[in-house]
């Protein structure tokens, strides 16, 4: 009788403190998620604050300035390529030219 209650009150032992971890994890995801309530509710009022026509503006000039800054590249690019078209046609014509020589 004495080892059936030795091994009930190990295994009651046991479930306790698997009890006890589950409280304590569910303390800490309650004060977690109101943490984060908090700074939700922070962010908000910083967002409330801020001048959201003026944000808009602002970020239409940066795309339209990437836009053209894009564009401007484009061109250089296309330049660099036709450039180097040329260079190349220039050296075959001069590879054929020497190779006529001969």
């Known amino acids: 009788m004495w080892k059936h209650y030795l091994k ?19 303390s800490g995801l309650s004060r977690r998620t109101k943490d984060k309530e908090k700074e939700r509710d922070a962010a908000e009022v910083e967002l409330s604050k801020l001048n959201l026509s003026r944000l808009d503006e602002r970020e239409r000039h940066l795309v339209f300035i990437q836009l053209a800054q894009i564009s401007y590249l484009g061109v250089w690019a296309s330049l660099l390529v036709n450039l180097s078209c040329s260079v190349k046609n220039l050296s ?7 190779q006529s020589r001969m």
């Open 92 to 98: 075959k014509c001069h590879v054929g030219s020497t």
């Open 8 to 26: 009930v009150n190990a295994r009651y032992s046991e479930i306790d403190g698997q009890i006890q971890s589950k409280i304590e994890s569910m």
